[in-house]
T-cell receptor, first 113, second 114 residues
Framework: NAGVTQTPKFQVLKTGQSMTLQCAQD?????MSWYRQDPGMGLRLIHY???????DQGEVPNGYNVSRSTTEDFPLRLLSAAPSQTSVYFC????????????FGQGTRLTVV | GNSVTQMEGPVTLSEEAFLTINCTYT??????LFWYVQYPGEGLQLLLK?????DKGSNKGFEATYRKETTSFHLEKGSVQVSDSAVYFC?????????????FGTGTRLTIIP
């Protein structure tokens, strides 16, 4: 059972480059989210989706785009990378809201130079 | 909006010591409360949860009780082991649309020394 799969695990970008972080889940979960983890700041929500075709902004959406064309996939696009986007990115999915457990991917460590 | 405040770390304890990590929250309605754990180089995984007031979540010797009167969900363990060294996150999520985002505290790094 794969769970939540993120690729790549590590990435180095130059300022101004664009890239897409991939996230896929095989649990038929409706809810998917992207977080960034920075020292001393916990996890901050970037974007989330409550189902295919539906996305919304989280706490720190600037500089990031998402789309949800299928239930399984929720890619995160960096439009023009900046050093402030150096972080560890986590994708998560859950069957529902409230008390449903969120399952996390292994993370993508991104460095922008 | 919803928010979670966690005890500042890092916390260093000797093996077999008693652990408490404080967590308080601000939320509308009746959120579910969670503790997640992150081991080095890994993603977060659920440690325990509670979905209504006075519920006690427990797992692997860890416990936390949902206290609505004090808006708290403190994590406790009676005797910690070296393998408990990790970062612990308190989190909450509401049960109605518009309040469904999972909100995390800043995390507490725990180190257990033999």
């Amino acid at each position: 059972n794969a769970g939540v799969t993120q690729t790549p695990k590590f990435q180095v970008l130059k300022t101004g480059q664009s890239m897409t972080l991939q996230c896929a889940q095989d649990m038929n979960h409706e809810y998917m989210s992207w977080y960034r983890q920075d020292p001393g700041m916990g996890l901050r929500l970037i974007h989330y989706s409550v189902g295919a075709g539906i996305t919304d902004q989280g706490e720190v959406p600037n500089g990031y785009n998402v789309s949800r064309s299928t239930t399984e996939d929720f890619p995160l696009r960096l439009l023009s990378a900046a050093p402030s986007q150096t972080s560890v990115y986590f994708c998560a999915s859950s069957y529902g809201i409230g008390g449903y457990e969120a399952f996390f991917g292994q993370g993508t460590r991104l460095t922008v130079v | 909006g919803n928010s979670v405040t966690q005890m500042e770390g890092p916390v260093t304890l000797s093996e077999e010591a008693f652990l408490t990590i404080n967590c308080t929250y601000t939320a509308t309605g009746y959120p579910s409360l969670f503790w997640y754990v992150q081991y080095p180089g890994e993603g977060l995984q659920l440690l325990l949860k509670a979905t209504k007031a006075d519920d006690k979540g427990s797992n692997k010797g860890f416990e936390a009780t949902y206290r609505k009167e004090t808006t708290s969900f403190h994590l406790e363990k009676g005797s910690v082991q070296v393998s408990d060294s990790a970062v612990y996150f308190c989190a909450l999520r509401g049960s109605n649309f518009g309040n469904e985002k999972l909100t995390f505290g800043t995390g507490t790094r725990l180190t257990i020394i033999p």
